[in-house]
């Protein structure tokens, strides 16, 4: 019993199991085969791990699994908007996706869609993005919507802003933000037309389906293009910004942009976080991408002041729902486990 009151272990120790699990899970995984089983492989545990030794700064180690993952068959599909095509689940860009399927067969298929999918959607009817007549009834989803700042970011000719964001316009937008749909938009160049309502929601994830909640949209957890992109940040920060090149521009190019020139570290250094936010945008990747660069309180500040001066004057926004500060970077330990175990809250809670 003295074995589940440990004291808390340091951040060291820590890391140190994770990668001595993942380095174990690479000894025993296969190499990726691309059977369309959606199994974790070598290359997902190298993908992984190289995440871990981003978080810690250790760019080395980051670049050794990362140019591993290189050597084992991934590539970029041809088109950013072929990614989420039901028909390219598990593809060669895949390097592991949580699995889900439409119908019934007993397992909790809603999982992914309650928590994501339809909370990505505007509220109200919704059958023109679903392919049948069903309502997103109010306060109870659209928690996560694109904003305006998102939207803004993208450089003209950037083929991810249609593939990823959609613009549902109507008549009428009711008081719970609720609006009656009647067209569909391209967010390319859109301002919404006099006397009329439009809401912005993502719509990588969705295509038609039989059963409300019920899809068969995977969820991305990692992507060849992100080995890319991690392997231009791992090289950037140890003073190889030519080598970070080709990397980041394969990404760029497939995505219909020109190729980046730009040597200067610090310059490069944004311009990959950039490249990041839109590539990999509503796959749950930003948060992490801010707290391993040290950005987190800076930006999220930032939007804090954006989405106040927005929707401050409807009533939900508190003030200090943005403010972030550095003990808000960790999570507070619950208040049972202080109280039988021997650990100090952390700092601010």
């Known amino acids: 019993i003295d074995d589940a009151y440990l004291p808390r272990s340091t951040v060291t120790d820590v890391y140190n199991i ?49 140019m591993s993952i290189t050597q084992m068959g991934h590539d970029l599909l041809d088109n950013y908007a072929d990614v989420y095509e039901l028909s390219n689940k598990n593809s060669l860009e895949s390097i592991f996706e949580v699995q889900y399927m439409q119908g019934n067969q007993g397992q909790d298929t809603q999982a992914f869609t309650t928590v994501n999918s339809y909370n990505f959607l505007p509220q109200g009817d919704v059958s023109l993005i679903t392919g049948f007549a069903g309502n997103n009834g109010p306060c109870s989803t659209s928690y996560n919507m694109p904003t305006g700042d998102l939207i803004s970011v993208y450089e003209p000719n950037d083929t991810r802003l249609d593939a990823s964001i959609g613009i549902a316009e109507g008549s009428t937008l009711g008081v719970y933000g609720d609006i009656k749909i009647d067209v569909l938009k391209s967010p390319v160049g859109y301002t919404t037309p006099p006397d009329r309502a439009s809401v912005a929601y993502i719509k990588k994830y969705f295509h038609s389906h039989a059963q409300q909640y019920i899809m068969d949209e995977n969820f991305p957890v990692y992507r060849y293009s992100d080995v890319l992109l991690s392997l231009a940040e791992a090289l950037n920060e140890q003073s190889k910004t030519s080598e970070a090149l080709p990397h980041l521009n394969r990404v760029r190019t497939r995505a219909g942009l020109e190729a980046v020139t730009e040597t200067d570290q610090t310059l490069l250094r944004d311009i990959i976080a950039h490249e990041r936010r839109v590539e990999f945008a509503f796959e749950h990747h930003r948060w992490f991408d801010l707290l391993r660069t040290d950005k987190a309180i800076e930006v999220m500040n930032a939007h804090g002041e954006y989405i106040q001066a927005a929707h401050g004057d409807q009533g939900y926004l508190i003030p200090t729902g943005y403010n972030v500060t550095q003990d808000r970077l960790l999570y507070p330990i619950p208040f049972r486990e202080v109280q039988i175990a021997n650990i100090k809250q952390n700092p601010g809670y």
């Open 18 to 66: 994770i990668e001595a699990d993942l380095l174990d899970a690479i000894t025993k995984l296969q190499a990726p085969t691309f059977d369309g089983s959606g199994s974790a492989t070598k290359s997902s545990a190298r993908m992984l791990l190289a995440e871990v030794y981003l978080t810690q700064k250790d760019f080395s180690k980051a670049e050794n699994e990362l």
